[in-house]
């Protein structure tokens, strides 16, 4: 009785745990970047707008002109590092003006974000390889590192064309790199192991080893991951479990007439 009544209810089960899960659960999930106008110089507005728009040629154009502007200014750097080396070198920052373009030349620097730009706009345009083939750039900077959004775009991608073993060799990468994953990288994995409870299961397990917990979009996986096999009651529990024990579970999943 207890099985069919579940069964019965789960549509009900459903719409309401995205409703309840929104108001209850941690939402540490994928946040989409600043507007334009938050960003620190023109040429990430300039890379964000082309990334939007699906303009990967024109993004990377843009980055590779970065990398040049960076090369150009590391060997300035250096340049003038040795100069100031010298007992007669002049002072070439004593009326104030040096400071002043340096805090200029300083909004246009080459950072991570750049990079991570132009892979989502080759990821939006289902160019997982030229995606790679960015990310491999930028793990080849003397400079920069990636960060856990150069990792986890592509490895969306990855998992939206069902290419799950990309994505674990993308996570051994970054594993390899010292980057830790976060709630999208496990959401991700979750996502892309839906159908496939055991591997569901041993995910949850590493995410208990790392401290990492279910939020709404993770438990969501897990819980249609019980139903592709048609063990409701199992997703049940594991709501259950999942739940803050002030929500009314009993309401939740049985409501009145």
């Known amino acids: 009785m ?26 540490n999930t994928f946040h989409p970047p600043p507007p334009a106008a938050d960003y620190d110089n023109e040429y990430t507005s300039l890379m964000s707008r082309l990334a939007q728009n699906n303009r990967p040629h024109e993004a990377e154009h843009t980055l590779r002109h970065l990398l040049e502007k960076d090369a150009l200014a590391s060997s300035k750097k250096e340049s003038e590092s040795l100069s100031l080396s010298s007992p007669s070198a002049p002072d070439r920052n004593n009326n104030g003006t040096g400071a002043a373009t340096a ?42 590192s990636p960060d ?23 996570r051994r990468t970054m594993s390899d790199h010292g980057i830790t994953p976060d709630n999208v990288s496990w959401n991700i994995l979750l996502k892309g192991y839906v159908n496939d409870p055991p591997h569901i299961r041993a995910i949850q397990k590493e ?51």
């Not at 080459?110 to 989502?120: A, G, M, Q, S, W």
């Not at 990492?212 to 594991?238: F, H, M, N, Y």
Request: glycine share 2%; net charge positive.
């Open 2 to 27: 207890a099985m069919f009544r579940v069964t019965s209810f789960y549509p009900q089960l459903t719409r309401r745990l995205c409703l309840l899960t929104s108001r209850t659960l941690s939402t």
């Open 103 to 144: 805090a200029a030349e300083k909004t246009d620097e080459l950072n991570v974000r750049h990079f991570n730009l132009v892979i989502k706009a080759w990821v939006n345009t289902h160019d997982l390889p030229r995606a790679e083939s960015i990310l491999n750039t930028l793990l080849t900077h003397p400079t920069i």
């Open 148 to 170: 856990v959004i150069s990792f986890n775009t592509i490895m969306n991608g990855y998992a939206t064309a069902n290419k799950m073993s990309e994505v674990e060799r993308l």
């Open 207 to 257: 995410m208990t080893e790392c401290g990492a917990s279910l939020d709404r979009a993770g438990l969501q996986s897990v819980l249609k991951s019980w139903t592709s096999i048609d063990r409701p009651e199992k997703a049940e529990e594991c709501l259950r479990r999942h739940l803050p024990s002030s929500s009314s579970s009993s309401s939740f999943f049985f409501p009145s007439a």
